[in-house]
């Protein structure tokens, strides 16, 4: 799976739009960008994955650049319980590793009042 | 509700006490994985499962066992703990591989172990 690259930490304020930026500029053709989080030390949660088009879902969107070689997470409206271990995974869509994730570090994000 | 169940939730044990940890999942998921965390290193996969009676190494496998006889059941098995196993454990499952594309992991609340 390609390596990503995350800004360690950033601040939002609460009912902001908080922007996070990834990069994988090693990417290939078949590889998904998947965005994770981690809240305090409970187990991570699925937010939003892609391939080339941008997404959107209940929780963000996701707008990944037309080279594909970075992608952002935005939180639309951000919240104090926003406030987790972002984790950007690319990952490979076939081999018999297809169900495994690779974390980086992520990036710490805190959403002041 | 779909959930990855996941027991105990706090475990202390001392060096060489056999210990497992169940987890379990609702969601008839095929592909199922335990992964460690531990400060600095982040998430690494222990085991995974690829459906009933598939399973195989993921990247730190030494010291552990995993058994898949059910598909819902994936319990991790520490024959002789020690204390570099002290960490904290996630159960994850998901669909496995639709149409060519991976779906999304769920992730248990995670099981925090103390080895001494």
């Known amino acids: 799976d390609a390596k990503t690259t995350q800004p360690p930490s950033m601040d939002c304020a609460e009912g902001r739009a908080a922007n996070l930026p990834c990069n994988h500029s090693t990417i290939s053709g078949n590889e998904y960008v998947y965005w994770y989080r981690q809240i305090h030390s409970q187990g991570p949660q699925y937010i939003i994955h892609g391939l080339k088009n941008n997404e959107t879902n209940e929780m963000a969107s996701l707008i990944i650049t037309e080279d594909r070689k970075s992608s952002t997470l935005i939180l639309p409206h951000a919240t104090l319980r926003d406030t987790a271990v972002y984790y950007c995974i690319v990952r490979y869509a076939g081999g018999t590793s297809y169900g495994k994730l690779t974390f980086g570090q992520g990036t710490i994000l805190t959403v002041h009042p | ?116």
């Open chain 2, 1 to 116: 509700e779909a959930q990855v169940t996941q027991n105990p939730r706090y475990l202390i044990t001392v060096t060489g006490k056999k210990l497992t940890v169940t987890c379990s999942q609702n969601m008839n998921h095929e592909y199922m994985s335990w992964y460690r965390q531990d400060p600095g290193l982040g998430l690494r996969q222990i085991y995974y499962s690829m459906n009933v009676e598939v399973t195989d190494k993921g990247d730190v496998p030494e010291g552990y066992k995993v058994s898949r006889k059910e598909k819902r059941n994936f319990p991790l098995i520490l024959e002789s703990p020690s204390p570099n196993q002290t960490s904290l454990y996630f159960c994850a499952s998901s669909l496995g591989r639709r149409k060519g594309r991976n779906t999304e992991a769920f992730f248990g609340q995670g099981t925090r172990l103390t080895v001494v």
